[in-house]
Each structure stands twice: as C-alpha cells, then as structure tokens.
T-cell receptor, first 115, second 110 residues
Framework: DAGVTQSPTHLIKTRGQQVTLRCSPK?????VSWYQQALGQGPQFIFQ???????QRGNFPDRFSGHQFPNYSSELNVNALLLGDSALYLC??????????????FGPGTRLTVL | RKEVEQDPGPFNVPEGATVAFNCTYS??????FFWYRQDCRKEPKLLMS???SGNEDGRFTAQLNRASQYISLLIRDSKLSDSATYLC???????????FGGGTRLMVKP
C-alpha cells in the first residue's frame, strides 16, 4: 500500500516565478491538507481539500492556491514567488470526514528554494 | 503569542536517561492533541495521541492538562534512535487542521 507521495522532491525557482507541487494521498484517503515548514520551525497549515473543494484555509495569501482532482490527488500552486516562500511543503492525507482525532499521514515533502 | 509553544532545546541526554518535554497551547477550544516525531529532513510521523487520562506506549508517556492547557511527553530509558524533533500538535473543533508547535529537538548520546 503506497503512502502519500509528492513530486517533485526538490525544486529551485527564482523570485516572481510560479510553481506547482503535486500530491497523491494514501489509498483510501480523500482529504488532503498542505503545510509549509520553514527551516527550524513547525509546519504551518495552508489549506485542506475535500470533495474537490477548499474546506479550510490557514493564514496564507491568495498567491497560494490549490486544487483537488476526482481521484483525490491535489496540487498546490504558488504565484509570484518570494524568497520567504523557501520551505519544505508537506502534503498530508486523512480518511473521509475525519474529525480532529484521526491521524494525518504526511508525504516526504517538496523542498522549494527561491533564489 | 504562538498558538502552540515548545522549548526548542536541544535537549542533550545520555542513553538510558529519562527526559520530559512540555508544551502549552492558547486555544481553550482545542479538541485533540498529539505528539509527532520528525527526523532530520523527513516528514512528521504520529508518535501518539494525548488524552486527559494520560496514555502510555512502551517507553513513552503523554499527559494532557486541559485546565492549564499543558501537554507533556515523557521518554524513559532513552535510546540513540530517539534522537529527533518532537512536535506538539493540537486541533480545534473547526476540523482537522493541525496546529504545530515549533518542535523540541532531542539528541541522545552514547
């Protein structure tokens, strides 16, 4: 059973560019959440997708957008990249309608460097 | 003030030692509580859930004090393999958005 997968593993972009990160959830999971983890800090919630809609959003600007596909996979898009967007981007999946008590399974992350 | 606060450490302990980590959270509406473990340059993985009655999993014991909004993790008989960053995590009643503390780094030395 494949866990959560993310692509690419690493990415280098320059300021002002746009980036798309991809995530495939664990088998049987239909809810996908995205987190940003800056160096030396804990992950910060960006948003969550369920039934192809954004269900909840953290304190991130509109430059951060996402999408969920019918097969539950998801994309995170970041426009007009800033140096401060350099971070590890983590995708986490969880099962249907899971309340706060369910475990979220994390993918290995995409390490984004903005120059 | 951060919503979930932890001492960043590092905690440097010898093998076999007992070490305790603490965490405080500011949102009294928080519903669920967890400890995650994160190895260097890897993804976070759930270590254990935390209940008001306290819970134990082998060498690990977690405790929640809702009145003080305080969570603890105790590791007994530390192993070299316990070296990692331990993340305190809470969720609100709004759903399963995880709110992480900054993490506490543990280094277990021979």
């Amino acid at each position: 059973d494949a866990g959560v997968t993310q692509s690419p593993t690493h990415l280098i972009k320059t300021r002002g560019q746009q980036v798309t990160l991809r995530c495939s959830p664990k088998s049987g999971h239909d809810t996908v959440s995205w987190y940003q983890q800056a160096l030396g800090q804990g992950p910060q919630f960006i948003f969550q997708y369920y039934e192809e809609e954004e269900r909840q959003r953290g304190n991130f600007p509109d430059r951060f957008s996402g999408h969920q596909f019918p097969n539950y996979s998801s994309e995170l898009n970041v426009n007009a990249l800033l140096l401060g967007d350099s971070a590890l981007y983590l995708c986490a999946s969880s099962p249907t309608g899971s309340p706060g008590g369910y475990e979220q399974f994390f993918g290995p992350g995409t390490r984004l460097t903005v120059l | 003030r951060k919503e979930v606060e932890q001492d960043p450490g590092p905690f440097n302990v010898p093998e076999g030692a007992t070490v305790a980590f603490n965490c405080t959270y500011s949102n009294s509406a928080s519903q669920s509580f967890f400890w995650y473990r994160q190895d260097c340059r890897k993804e976070p993985k759930l270590l254990m859930s935390v209940y008001s009655s306290g819970n134990e999993d082998g060498r690990f014991t977690a405790q929640l004090n809702r009145a003080s909004q305080y969570i603890s993790l105790l590791i007994r008989d530390s192993k070299l393999s316990d070296s990692a960053t331990y993340l305190c995590v809470v969720t609100s009643n709004a759903g399963n958005m995880l709110t992480f503390g900054g993490g506490t780094r543990l280094m277990v030395k021979p």
